[in-house]
Nanobody
């Protein structure tokens, strides 16, 4: 059984920063890609950033967010700076592990004054 456990969400003021973490655990033989998606109320889930050798960012977060990965810990991070109210969403970790796509449970990020 493979699990993705996220942490680091919360309430932050506009212009602030948060760091999300997602740790994969269980019977892991290979991890091909790890990344983050988000879903705001009334909107579809969208890609934020992924890393698998190369990194990909949504245009809306380029220059503000940074994704990184610690292969030894099977963990992916999302450093979010200069946060805006429109970044408010539930953030989901996503990973392709043993050729199967897994999702985390989601962590709420709220940007508000």
């Amino acid at each position: 059984q493979v699990q993705l456990v996220e942490s680091g969400g919360g309430l932050v003021q506009p212009g602030g920063s948060l760091r999300l973490s997602c740790a994969a655990s269980g019977s892991i033989f290979s991890i091909n890609k790890m990344g983050w998606y988000r879903q705001a109320p009334g909107k579809e889930r969208e890609l934020v950033a992924t890393v698998s050798g190369a990194t990909i960012y949504a245009d809306s977060v380029k220059g503000r967010f940074a994704i990184s990965r610690d292969n030894a810990k099977n963990t992916v991070y999302l450093q979010m700076n200069s946060l805006k109210p429109e970044d408010t969403a539930v953030y989901y970790c996503n990973a392709i592990i043993n050729s199967i796509r897994y999702w985390g449970q989601g962590t709420q990020v709220t940007v508000s004054s």
